[in-house]
């Protein structure tokens, strides 16, 4: 069973503007994290945000954390052609069998 | 450092021929894991390792097995492939447990007829 879904399942914005994608889970976590994967490459890891913390930033991304709705999402500022990449969203539920659950993924085309 | 590679990038089969992936890190990780990618969902656990010679089912560990003899190394085995394994085939490792930071290698993608 997928613990995170991400919504949009595909967002296209021009370069310059801002992209925000949202991931919503299921159960109780301890923390959530954000990948990006490249077309035919592996995942490479943005983000983690741990289940006490709300907002966290590096560089452009911005994450937020929301645990009473079960949801968080992914800010990119100023997006670039380069952050053309599909981004997922993982969680790890508490009490769980341990493993890291992926959501299915936003796919971000940046238009130069 | 190399950190994640797996081996062979590419790979097709017949049903019924058995082959065996190779994934080595060089970040001296105590956790290793399989994950299979298929188009339009998110990856899914197949088996994983939290050490030397110990290994563990995920979510999807029907039809494949592994092992972890040195701990560098997690290896991927089909006994007796099926169409249903055509996928992309992800190795990640993770130093001290499954919830932190996971780093991936590049993937194998294989095809089986």
């Known amino acids: 069973s997928q613990q995170g879904e991400e919504d949009p399942q595909a967002l296209s914005i021009q370069e310059g503007e801002n992209a925000t994608m949202n991931c919503s889970y299921k159960?109780?976590?301890?923390?959530l994290q954000w990948y990006r994967q490249n077309s035919g490459r592996g995942l490479v890891h943005l983000i983690l945000?741990?289940?006490?913390?709300r907002e966290k930033h590096s560089g452009r991304l911005r994450v937020t954390l929301d645990t009473s709705k079960k949801s968080s999402s992914l800010l990119i500022t100023a997006s670039r052609a380069a952050d053309t990449a599909s981004y997922f969203c993982?969680?790890?539920?508490?009490?769980?069998?341990?493993?890291?659950?992926f959501g299915s993924g936003t796919q971000l085309t940046v238009l130069p | 450092n190399a950190g994640v590679t797996q081996t062979p990038k590419f790979r097709v089969l017949k049903t019924g021929q058995s082959m065996t992936l190779l994934c080595a890190q060089d970040?001296?990780?105590?956790?290793m894991y399989w994950y299979r990618q298929d188009p339009g969902m998110g990856l899914r656990l197949i088996h994983y390792?939290?050490?030397?010679?110990?290994?563990a089912k995920g979510e999807v560990p029907d039809g494949y097995n592994v092992s972890r003899l040195k701990k560098q190394n997690f290896l991927l085995g089909l006994e007796s492939a099926a169409p249903s394994q055509t996928s992309v085939y992800f190795c990640?490792?993770?130093?001290?447990?499954?919830?932190?930071?996971?780093?991936f290698g590049p993937g194998t993608r294989l095809l089986v007829l």
């Open positions: 990640a490792s993770s130093y001290f447990s499954i919830q932190e930071t996971q780093y």
């Open positions: 159960t109780s976590i301890n923390n």
């Open positions: 945000i741990r289940s006490n913390e």
């Open positions: 993982a969680t790890d539920a508490t009490g769980s069998a341990r493993q890291l659950t």
């Open positions: 970040m001296n990780h105590e956790y």
């Open positions: 390792s939290v050490g030397e010679g110990t290994t």
